[in-house]
Nanobody, 117 residues
Framework: QVQLVESGGGLVQPGGSLRLSCAAS????????MGWYRQAPGKQRELVAT????????NYADSVKDRFTISRDNAKNTVYLQMNSLKTEDTAVYYC??????????WGQGTQGTVSS
């Protein structure tokens, strides 16, 4: 059973930064795609950023381009989301997802990120 544990959420003022981490119980290199998603109150869960492990192909939602950066550390089996220039509309629960074409999809429990003055 794959486990994903997110951390790094918190309260930050507009313009501030947060760095989220997603620690996997196994090798992240064994997954085809690692991603970050978020869900704001009353809204559907949406894609934030994905990283295809073969070739490090990265995709961002338009709303976070040039502000957020997804990265990985294979040695630590961890995926990161660096979030800069945060806005109030970035407030959401952030989820990590691991996609394996052979084993299916796995989600973390989420971490709350709140942007407020």
């Amino acid at each position: 059973q794959v486990q994903l544990v997110e951390s790094g959420g918190g309260l930050v003022q507009p313009g501030g930064s947060l760095r989220l981490s997603c620690a996997a119980s196994g090798s992240i290199a064994s997954f085809n795609v690692m991603g970050w998603y978020r869900q704001a109150p009353g809204k559907q869960r949406e894609l934030v950023a994905t990283l295809a492990t073969a070739g490090d192909i990265i995709n961002y939602a338009d709303s976070v381009k040039d502000r957020f950066t997804i990265s990985r550390d294979n040695a630590k089996n961890t995926v990161y989301l660096q979030m800069n220039s945060l806005k109030t509309e970035d407030t959401a629960v952030y989820y990590c997802k691991a996609d394996s074409w052979l084993r299916g999809n796995f989600w973390g429990q989420g971490t709350q990120g709140t942007v407020s003055s």
